[in-house]
């Protein structure tokens, strides 16, 4: 993303309002203040955002194929598991199930109408207000998802803002974190909020490990012992803490001063002690994923930049998105990424120890988010969520269409849970929970 070079004067890393405020109304072309991106902005207010950017008006131009007017034509097709030996299996990429149903999603939508197109029906924004008149006659969507072999069990409201983050530590409580500076707990028999905790601060990621529950907020990082009420603040980062990750006793925040800081957990005292921090990164760590014995990053300034785990040592830097890497997900051997530029990349390890992307998935909109699981019959789904407020659903490694989920604002946060559930938190505060269905 272009950012315009405008002059903030002085100041230092020790500014803390910077990462509160959200600047006026009126912003030049809704660009990102590069100092705050650093943690350095001591404008206040600020005519820049202050917070991650959401691109909705970027363009992408597809090459579509003839044959199939609403689908991206890729040049490669294949997507190869290197571990699969001198006998490599091959599946086919962006090719739709049949050329009749390209653009169609078999299914279901609440019971209403099956085999809707996915290309041309829009959500109906008076549906998302409860107020439209046309009821079943309405040309628009009238549903939350659409597709098969999902279903959607209960919305939990409670949140006054956007969700940023959910976790499920042992223990069948669900967590959800909030810039309403909230964390909600949930309990997942009922469906009821059982609990809220106050953070005092913006929740900017949150993971669980077993019963530990850390939650990234601006400058220190609360963690919490769902199981023996222990709490403790690790303090170190310096502005928002934007994604969190667990390996090898330690756990890697990603901050917003460009920075990955590093805690070891010491068994004697039961707590988290300051390492190290890793430096590359020239803006915001916004995703992190452990996998292979490494450790990705994801950031602000456009790369992937993969670290060795035992030695914390940067191995390789990747500059093949061309905006913001918002997400990070391995799986099955393979690093999954995705960008505000409008792909999904796939990468694997070649001989020479270095990743490369095998294939390219493209959308209309940019990505910001993904979850991968596998449904009822054990074949695996990925889930994209996409800044135009939907989360597109695909088989892999096929990357064929299974369903959409609609939103009234961006799904910032997806969670997998067990008996194939999984949970989506929107823009206003609102979690749902779905599940897979036996077909």
């Known amino acids: 993303m272009e950012i315009e070079n405008y002059y903030h004067g002085g100041g230092g890393y020790g500014n803390k309002f910077s990462y509160h405020r959200a600047g006026p109304t009126h912003r030049p072309q809704n660009k990102v203040c590069i100092f705050w991106q650093k943690g350095r902005c001591n404008r206040d207010p600020c005519q820049f955002l202050h917070e991650l950017p959401v691109d909705q008006t970027r363009t992408h131009t597809q090459i579509h194929d003839p044959s199939s ?45 099956t085999g809707t197109s996915v290309g041309s ?31 959607l069990v209960t919305p939990l409201k409670g949140h006054e803002k956007a969700v940023t983050a959910i976790a499920l530590p042992s223990g069948g409580k669900l967590y959800s974190g909030s810039k309403d500076m909230t964390i909600k707990v949930w309990d997942c028999e009922t ?19 077993e019963a530990w529950l ?39 925040a990603g901050t917003q001063d460009s920075r990955i800081l590093v805690w070891r957990f010491n068994v004697a005292t039961n707590c988290f002690e300051p390492a190290t921090y890793l430096v590359g990164h020239t803006l915001a760590v916004i995703s992190l994923a452990v996998g292979g014995a490494r450790l990705y990053s994801g950031s602000m300034d456009n790369t992937i930049k993969a670290w060795d785990l035992s030695t914390l040592q940067c191995i390789q830097t990747i500059s093949d998105h061309s905006n913001d890497v918002m997400s990070l997900l391995y799986w099955d051997q393979f690093l999954l990424s995705c960008s505000l530029d409008n792909t999904v990349k796939v990468w694997f390890t070649n001989n020479q120890e270095q990743l490369e992307v095998t294939y390219t998935h493209t959308e ?19 889930l994209c969520s996409l800044n135009d407020n939907s989360v597109h659903i695909y088989d892999l490694p096929s990357f064929n269409e299974r369903g959409r989920i609609f939103a009234k604002q961006e799904i910032r946060a997806m969670q997998t849970g067990p008996t194939g559930l999984f949970f989506t938190g929107d823009g206003t505060g609102e979690l749902k929970v779905w599940k897979w269905c036996a077909n």
């Not at 571990?83 to 609440?110: E, F, I, M, Q």
């Not at 409860?130 to 969507?141: A, H, K, T």
């Not at 601006?218 to 667990?246: C, F, H, R, W």
């Open 214 to 252: 850390f939650v990234g907020i601006p400058d220190s990082i609360k963690v919490l012992n769902t199981k023996t009420g222990i709490e403790m603040t690790l303090p170190g980062p310096v502005g928002q803490v934007y994604a969190l990750v667990a390996a090898n006793d330690m756990l890697f």
């Open 191 to 209: 469906g009821q909020c059982a609990a809220t905790i106050s953070t005092g601060c913006e929740v900017g990621c949150m993971i669980s490990e």
């Open 364 to 382: 209309e909109h940019g990505i910001i988010s993904l979850c991968g699981m596998h449904d009822v019959q054990g074949k695996p789904v990925l």
């Open 121 to 151: 029906d829009r959500l109906c924004k008076f549906f998302l207000s409860d107020s439209c008149s046309f009821g079943d006659n309405c040309r628009f969507l009238h549903a939350w998802s659409v597709g098969d072999g999902f279903s």
């Open 69 to 113: 007017p609403k689908r991206p034509h890729h040049q490669n097709l294949v997507w190869t598991n290197p571990a699969t030996g001198a006998n490599k299996s091959k599946c086919g990429l962006g090719r739709h199930r049949d050329n009749t149903n390209a653009n169609t999603v078999p299914g279901r939508l609440n019971g209403e109408r």
